[in-house]
C-alpha cells in the first residue's frame, strides 16, 4: 500500500519535471514557452513651443563603438556572405536594425552630399537636403535604380579580379579601349558590403534646450549617421585609410518607430531590456562632441588635435550644465 501511495505521489512530481510539452516543427528555446511579443507603444516627446525656449544650443556627437558602454549598439557581428545574411537569433546590433528597415523603405536615407557631386562636394548631410528614395510603392529589392543607388551609401567596391577572363576556346579575352590600346579583360569588383564590425562610430546632431513651460533642461536628438573608415588604394593597390566617412543621415524622430521595437542586450538581467530608443532616451552610451553650433560653423578637430580637443568637447558640456544651474542659483 506504502509502494502504491508514493508511486501516486511522485507521479505528478515527474511529470511536471517534464516541461511543456514541445511544439510541432521545434521545441521551446528554454523552460517557459514565450506567451507575449515584445511589442511597445511609443512614447511622444512633450510639446514644446517657440515662445516657451529661453535658451537652445545645437551640437553634434560622436559615439565610439570601441568604449564598453557602447558595446550593445555595435554587437553581434551580423554580416553578409555570399548573399546570405547571417543575423543573430535573439537581437541585432544597430547597424542590422538600419540596413534591414533602409533596404525595406522603412527608413528614408539622406545622402551626406549632393548626389550630382558623387562625394567631390561639400559633406552637409546632417541638413537633411539630398533624400534618396525610391519609386512610390517600391523598395531596395523591386526597384533596381534604387539599389543601385545605396551602394554608394551601403557598401564599397573591392579590388577587380587579377586573373584575365578566358573565351570557350581557353585563350585569354582582349579588349580595345579608344586609343587603341589592347588589355585584358578581369572580372568587375565584387561589392562589398558594410557589416556591424565596419560601423566604428554613430554620429548625433542634437538640440538642447530650456524649456521655461516645464522649468525643465532638455535634448532632443535631430539626426544620426553611421560611420565608417575611408579605405582607398594606394599607387601599389594596397588599402589605406584615410580617415572616417559618413554613409549617410537619418531622421530621428522617425527612427524611434522602428528602433522602439528592437531590444538592447541587458547584462543584468535578460528578462528586462529596454529598446533601443530607450537606450538613446536615457542616454545610456558614451560620447563626445565634435562640433558645436559658432559663427565659423567649424569642427572641433579644425582648430583643436588630440587631449585638446577631448578638453574642448569638456568645456563645451561644462558650459551647458553650467547654464541650468546658473538659472536656478539665487
Known amino acids: 500500500m506504502k509502494f502504491l501511495l508514493s508511486i501516486f505521489v511522485f507521479f505528478p512530481i515527474l511529470a511536471h519535471a517534464q516541461g511543456p510539452i514541445p511544439e510541432l516543427g521545434g521545441i521551446p528555446?528554454?523552460?517557459w514557452i514565450q506567451e507575449n511579443i515584445p511589442t511597445k507603444k511609443?512614447?511622444?516627446y512633450p510639446h514644446v513651443a517657440e515662445r516657451d525656449v529661453l535658451w537652445s544650443k545645437r551640437v553634434w556627437r560622436a559615439i565610439d563603438m570601441r568604449e564598453r558602454i557602447?558595446?550593445?549598439?555595435y554587437y553581434p557581428l551580423d554580416e553578409v556572405k555570399s548573399y546570405e545574411w547571417i543575423t543573430n537569433s535573439q537581437r541585432w546590433s544597430l547597424w542590422t536594425i538600419i540596413r534591414k528597415h533602409v533596404m525595406n523603405g522603412d527608413l528614408r536615407v539622406f545622402s551626406p552630399y549632393?548626389?550630382?557631386s558623387y562625394g567631390l562636394g561639400v559633406w552637409d548631410g546632417d541638413q537633411l537636403k539630398y533624400p534618396i528614395d525610391p519609386t512610390p510603392g517600391e523598395n531596395y529589392y523591386s526597384d533596381a535604380n534604387f539599389r543601385s543607388d545605396l551602394l554608394y551609401y551601403m557598401g564599397r567596391l573591392g579590388l577587380p579580379?587579377?586573373?584575365p577572363q578566358v573565351d570557350p576556346y581557353g585563350d585569354p579575352i582582349i579588349i580595345t579601349d579608344e586609343l587603341g590600346n589592347e588589355t585584358y579583360k578581369y572580372d568587375e569588383p565584387d561589392t562589398l558590403w558594410y557589416n556591424s564590425k565596419d560601423i566604428v562610430e554613430y554620429r548625433l546632431k542634437e538640440d538642447w534646450f530650456f524649456d521655461k513651460q516645464r522649468s525643465e533642461m532638455d535634448v532632443r536628438i535631430i539626426a544620426i549617421a553611421p560611420v565608417v573608415y575611408d579605405i582607398a588604394l594606394d599607387a601599389e593597390g594596397n588599402e589605406e585609410i584615410r580617415g572616417k566617412k559618413e554613409l549617410f543621415w537619418l531622421y530621428f524622430p522617425h527612427c524611434r518607430f522602428v528602433f522602439n521595437n528592437y531590444f538592447v542586450y541587458n547584462d543584468q538581467n535578460d528578462t528586462q531590456w529596454m529598446s533601443f530608443d530607450d537606450l538613446f532616451w536615457k542616454r545610456r552610451f558614451s560620447?563626445?562632441?565634435y562640433k558645436e553650433s559658432s559663427v565659423q560653423d567649424r569642427t572641433i578637430d579644425g582648430y583643436a588635435h588630440?587631449?585638446?580637443?577631448l578638453y574642448e568637447s569638456e568645456r563645451i558640456t561644462s558650459e551647458m550644465r553650467t547654464f541650468e544651474h546658473d538659472l536656478w542659483s539665487y
Do not use: R
Request: net charge negative.
Open 29 to 31: 528555446n528554454g523552460p
Open 306 to 309: 588630440g587631449v585638446e580637443a
Open 42 to 44: 511609443l512614447i511622444s
Open 70 to 73: 557602447n558595446q550593445p549598439i
Open 287 to 289: 560620447s563626445y562632441i
Open 161 to 163: 579580379g587579377d586573373i
Open 114 to 116: 549632393n548626389p550630382v
